[in-house]
């Protein structure tokens, strides 16, 4: 009985297939050591989904895998991630592919982050000891991407960022002798007139010399008599407090501001606050908290009448301020009403395979600029107002099947779906993603009505619209409830 057991395990143990590597330093090959590594199979494989890290030699294992295909990505501090078989930084990963009884040895080289480094300095070239600098996005309204303090020479480095063209800037400082205005590298105070920086994975980009600009800074002060969440927004970030009493944003750089405050009154209702700042002295200000603006969210089916049971939906709200766009929130729905702090907000509802956004109305009946009710719709809430969504429950569907050449099925290929305005020629919501299966085949389940760009390839893991353009993607207009085949080749760069 004991032989026919061993029998049988040895058996299956020779039916497995086996991954195993090894993870090394991309510029010099050294192993490295304690590096996570994660394996999943492409969609429709049966394969285990699980992680390992590698030993001090820098080798992982993954045994006992049955046959299919395996997207295996490398994670490591001060290393930007890497997928196996990506062509570039910028690429997909590619599945390793296994028989039975495979065995496959890899070899995955991580890059280091791009860096930038330099020297904050004063009116004579001598360094400022302990000043604070960022790295911000070469965008409009820039974002800030990494943040570093000058050590007692003034010598800073900004590390942790992608490859790409920075704008470095100082942020606001008072000394005993006096204060510096935030000033980009160039020694200006205009984003348009900033010096770019190139950064490179692998690379430092050095001898980045700031000097900021001598300036007067300011402090924003005021007190609260209860305990309230006070956010504090600039072009260059958020900074949060939970005070209750006297607070303070001190050594602040004149400019435009905006205060958020947040609290909850004696009986349990929202309250909040908001003010908008122009900062041209020390300012102190009154923070009037006041119930926060009943919005209230009506969802109507396509047949024009009210939903019997709207308790499914989830909307998805962020707030727009200075800064850009604050990560999103689940909005919490009572008997579809909520509450917001005045301003301009952005309202999505969630991604579902069971209905979308046919329609969207704003507090005047106003309808979104991208005419596109799926996407991120912007509102201003001053006073209690209301929302209307228009349900759809028979979204669309797009499938097909991609190949490589004639009729040979991508295996593990990404695909890629935008929601396109064709006027304006903008992605109007955010773009989606999927994988195909062992058979080249892939599905996108849930789409509203519109029109859309397809195209597979591993060249991006995400493709900005003219990066899109390039590639010639199939257009295909979907319609309610209808399902579209759309086959596609695989893009490849020559």
Known sequence: MCKC????????????????????????????????????????????????????????EFSNLPAG?????????????????????????????????????????????????????????????????????????????????????????????DPGTYLVRTVGRTYEDGGYLPTFYRETQRVDEAGMVDALLDDETGNIRVRPIPGRLFNISGVV????????VSDVGRETQ??????????????????????????????????PISLERDTTVRVPLLPRAGVRFDFRTTQGGQMQDASGMQVLARRVDLAGE???????????????????????????????????????????ESNRADGWNEVAITNPCGLWYVISDKPGEVHGTVTLGASDPAVGAPVFLEAFDEITHKRVVELRATRTDLRGKYTFAGLAPGTYRVVSTF???APDVRELDSMSPKVVKVEEARDQQLDLSLFVIR
């Open 69 to 161: 295909a395996y997207l295996i990505h490398s994670a490591r501090r001060g290393f930007r991630m890497v997928q196996y078989g990506q062509k570039s930084w910028r690429g997909a990963g590619v599945p390793v592919v296994l028989e039975q009884e495979q065995s496959t040895f890899l070899t995955i080289r991580m890059p280091r982050f791009a860096s930038i480094s330099g020297v904050v300095v004063d009116e004579n070239d001598v360094g400022l000891p302990e000043h604070e600098v960022v790295a911000m996005s070469n965008t409009r309204p820039p974002r800030m991407m990494a943040r570093a303090q000058a050590d007692d020479r003034g010598v800073y480095r900004l590390t942790g960022l």
């Open 459 to 461: 060249e991006y893991e």
């Open 5 to 60: 057991l061993l029998l049988l395990l040895a058996c299956f143990a020779a039916e497995a297939a086996v991954i195993k590597g090894n993870v090394v330093e991309n510029q010099t090959g050294k192993a490295l050591a304690r590096t996570l590594i994660s394996i999943r199979p492409v969609p429709g494989g049966a394969g285990p989904t699980g992680t390992t890290r590698t030993n001090i030699y820098g080798m992982f």
């Open 326 to 368: 604050a990560p999103p929130e689940t909005v919490r729905l009572v008997n579809g009403n909520a509450s917001f702090i005045q301003g301009r907000w952005q309202f999505k509802l969630a991604p579902s395979a069971a209905y979308v956004a046919a329609d969207f109305r704003g507090p005047k009946g106003e309808r979104p």
């Open 225 to 232: 008599n209860q305990l309230v969440t006070l956010t504090l």
């Open 242 to 275: 939970q005070v209750s009493g006297a607070f303070q944003f001190p050594n602040k750089p004149p400019g435009p501001y905006e205060l958020f405050a947040e609290s909850v009154g004696d009986r349990g209702v929202p309250l909040g606050a908001y003010i």
